[in-house]
T-cell receptor
């Protein structure tokens, strides 16, 4: 069974640009979450989607957005990039759509560098 | 606000020894507490979780202990192996908000 696939693996963007990251969850998983990982802040929750609906959003500015498609694949977009957006962006999928999603399966992440 | 933190940023042990990684949390309303392992270049990997109404849970070579009185969580790894070298994160899960809140992480280094 294929794991969570994130594309691209590495990305370099210039300040002010926008970027779209993609995540394909494990087949059959309907919940997809996104996290930002930086050395200073650690792993921080961005948002969670289930059945194309955003159920929760973390404390990030509106420049960060996401969506989920009917096949459960998800994308996140960051507009007007800032240097501080440089981070590893991780996507995680979970098999259950209910309340308990403790076992999240993470992809390898997309390393975004903003210059 | 809610937060999950770690007592020790680094831990170095000898192969075969037992390892104990500690974590403090502040949100008493969390439903579950979880441990994740992250190896270099990979995403976090689920190790074990414990429901908030339990004190102890055992897995394969790992045991998680939860002390709600002092809001403390620990991960014990028996007979630590070089393959256990990684960053370990504790996390809490509130079922009503569908998110994991992670601590800062502890780097475990296993010396052969």
């Amino acid at each position: 069974k294929a794991g969570v696939t994130q594309t691209p693996r590495y990305l370099i963007k210039t300040r002010g640009q926008q970027v779209t990251l993609s995540c394909s969850p494990i087949s059959g998983h309907r919940s997809v979450s996104w996290y930002q990982q930086t050395p200073g802040q650690g792993l921080q929750f961005l948002f969670e989607y289930f059945s194309e609906t955003q159920r929760n959003k973390g404390n990030f500015p509106g420049r960060f957005s996401g969506r989920q498609f009917s096949n459960s694949r998800s994308e996140m977009n960051v507009s007007t990039l800032e240097l501080g957006d440089s981070a590893l962006y991780l996507c995680a999928s979970s098999p259950l759509g209910g309340r308990v999603n403790t076992e999240a399966f993470f992809g390898q992440g997309t390393r975004l560098t903003v210059v | 606000g809610e937060s999950v933190g770690l007592h020790l940023p680094t831990l170095s042990v000898q192969e075969g020894d037992n390892s104990i990684i500690n974590c403090a949390y502040s949100n008493s309303a969390s439903d579950y507490f979880i441990w994740y392992k992250q190896e270099s270049g990979k995403g976090p990997q689920f190790i074990i979780d414990i429901r908030s109404n339990m004190d102890k849970r055992q897995g394969q070579r790992v045991t998680v202990l939860l002390n709600k009185t002092v809001k403390h969580l620990s991960l014990q790894i028996a007979a630590t192996q070089p393959g256990d070298s990684a960053v370990y994160f504790c996390a809490e899960y509130g079922g009503s908000n569908y998110k994991l809140t992670f601590g800062k992480g502890t780097l475990l280094t296993v010396n052969p």
